[in-house]
């Protein structure tokens, strides 16, 4: 299997592209530790990889929390002995989300601390664990609209992935050499609770999404998180610093 025994921690397992990572992984053989702050939907994930014969954990953690994400990755060493990959999954997006000049700054610093704390803080506690394995991966998730802008805008999720993507590329220069590789996804709009919720409520927004994308449709997580297995697996030793821009064609459509 290509993830044969690789201990891989999943934040944000409990739902969407999170909860498909962790079933996904496991199947390829990887032991998954599944982080999320809910613990019924996290429990619920391991169950289910579990019953599906797969190896598996559950740690509630909020990423934006330093005494969560260090004891998130305590938990993953001491249950499984090792740290061979982080998927940086858990994020968020508040309605309240919006333009510069109509954000509340309480928004803006939830987005942040969430979003660009939480990927800090799964890298500041797991990163020395595999410099001294000598190996691992980090598997960081942005979006397209880290490279785009956008007429409806969402200017704090914007700001907090291109936060992301910068924190990637200072990573991979930082400790490829010590065999610890990091990488990025940033994958359009998907199927899952996220957007799903918010764009069900308005047809106008889901209509706007899909015409700007030429594959016609709206991206399925296991769409991005057979990439995610790839960066976790060794077949990827090579790639480092890279953003995998999977969004059915969003990003190179001029009309
Ligand atoms: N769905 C999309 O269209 C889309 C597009 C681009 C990028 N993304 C990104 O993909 C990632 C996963 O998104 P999704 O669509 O699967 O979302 P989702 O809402 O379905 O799942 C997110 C999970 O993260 C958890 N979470 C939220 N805050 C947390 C915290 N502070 N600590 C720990 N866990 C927390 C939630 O409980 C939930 O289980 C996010 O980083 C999101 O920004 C999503």
New binding site residues.
């Given amino acids: 299997m290509r993830l044969d025994d690789k201990v891989t921690i999943i ?8 909860k498909t990572a962790a079933e996904l992984f496991a199947r390829e053989g990887a032991r998954v530790v599944v ?4 613990e019924a ?1 996290g429990e619920s994930v391991v169950a289910s990889v579990k019953a599906a014969g797969g190896q598996a954990t559950f740690i509630r ?4 929390k330093e005494d969560d994400a260090r004891g998130m990755v305590q938990h993953a060493i001491a249950t499984f002995g090792r740290v061979d990959a982080l998927y940086n ?5 508040p309605e309240a989300d919006h333009s510069v000049i109509d954000t509340d700054v309480d928004t803006w610093d939830k987005v942040m601390a ?2 660009v704390r ?1 990927v800090f803080l799964g890298c500041k506690y797991a990163i020395p664990q595999m410099l001294e394995q000598g190996s691992g991966s980090i598997i960081n ?4 609209v880290a490279i785009l802008g956008c007429s409806v805008p969402q200017d704090a999720y914007t700001a907090s ?1 291109g936060a992301v993507l910068a924190l990637t590329r200072s990573l991979a220069v930082q400790f490829a050499g010590r065999g610890v590789r990091t990488n990025a996804i ?5 199927e ?4 799903m919720d918010w764009l069900l409520k308005d047809e106008a927004a889901k209509a706007l999404r899909l015409n700007r994308n030429p594959s016609g449709r709206f991206g399925k ?1 296991e769409e991005i998180v057979s990439v995610g297995v790839y960066l976790a697996s060794d077949e990827s030793r090579w790639t480092n610093g890279a953003n995998f821009v999977i969004d059915g064609g969003i990003t190179v459509n001029y009309f």
């Fill in positions: 934040t944000g397992g409990g739902s969407g592209m999170g982080s999320d702050v809910s939907a953690a909020d990423v934006s999954n858990a994020g968020i997006m969430v979003n939480g998730i942005a979006s397209f992935k940033s994958p359009g709009p998907i899952t609770p996220l957007l997580p």
